[in-house]
């Protein structure tokens, strides 16, 4: 089993500012990473995946990098609605998620 | 339009069993891999089990195997879990996910469920 450890577990962040999450695999999956944003009482939104792709509709200021072992997800300039819950989630060894940072208006 | 529409989420005893059940529409429905995940209130994401478009590739989560098992009707659209011998700890809300790459298991997830919430306690 592939564990995905993301750092910080929670996030305190103006509008406005850059941020900057981490994703650590415990073995390499290449590029084979994805992330998610999930809102409260909504299921989660694919936002990237293949590490670095944004998927369909989702803004340019989301960008993620990161192969092997060390992944990042960057929003440039944080909008009010992009404070959420952020997962990441491998699929090189059939599929696990990260446990989450949580991304909170400071 | 993609919606993933799951039922059969409820109370029930520790040791008792449970059906899920997901219909699929807006998209062809035999392409893709489908998967469960779970969450359990106020935590977070946990893959339970994914099945291959043609139902000859499934896996699952360690946490589950052997008392779950998933499987799908292609003709009716539908995704099922049967969760036999439940256990306290698998209390979460069920999300039916589609995978996002035709004929490829595993993928991304591109489209969830709203979640139906399974509470396991006597």
């Known amino acids: 089993e592939i564990v995905l450890t993301q750092s910080p577990a929670t996030l305190y962040l103006s509008p406005g500012e850059r941020a900057t999450l981490s994703c650590r695999a415990s073995?390499?999956?290449?590029?084979?990473l994805a992330w998610y944003q999930q809102k409260p009482g909504q299921a989660p939104r694919l936002l990237m995946y293949d590490a670095s792709k944004r998927a369909t509709g989702i803004p340019a200021r989301f960008s993620g990098s990161g192969s092997g072992t060390d992944f990042t997800l960057t929003i440039s300039a944080l909008e009010p609605e992009d404070f959420a819950v952020y997962y990441c989630q491998q699929r090189s060894n059939w599929i696990s998620f990260g446990q989450g940072t949580r991304l909170e208006s400071k | 339009e993609v919606q993933l529409v799951e039922s059969g989420g409820g109370l029930v005893q520790p040791g008792r069993s449970l059906r899920l059940s997901c219909v699929a529409s807006g998209f062809t429905f035999n392409d893709y891999a489908m998967h469960w995940v779970r969450q359990a209130p106020g935590k977070g994401l946990e893959w339970v089990s994914g099945?291959?478009?043609?139902?000859?590739?499934?896996g699952y989560a360690d946490s589950v195997r052997g008392r779950f098992t998933i499987s799908r009707d292609n003709a009716k659209n539908s995704l099922y879990l049967q969760m036999n011998s439940l256990r306290p700890e698998d209390r979460a809300f069920y999300y039916c996910?589609?995978?996002?790459?035709?004929?490829?298991?595993?993928?991304?997830?591109?489209?969830w469920g709203q979640g139906t919430l399974v509470t396991v306690s006597s």
């Open positions: 996910a589609k995978g996002s790459e035709k004929w490829e298991i595993p993928t991304p997830l591109d489209y």
């Open positions: 073995q390499s999956v290449s590029s084979s």
């Open positions: 099945i291959g478009w043609n139902s000859g590739s499934i």
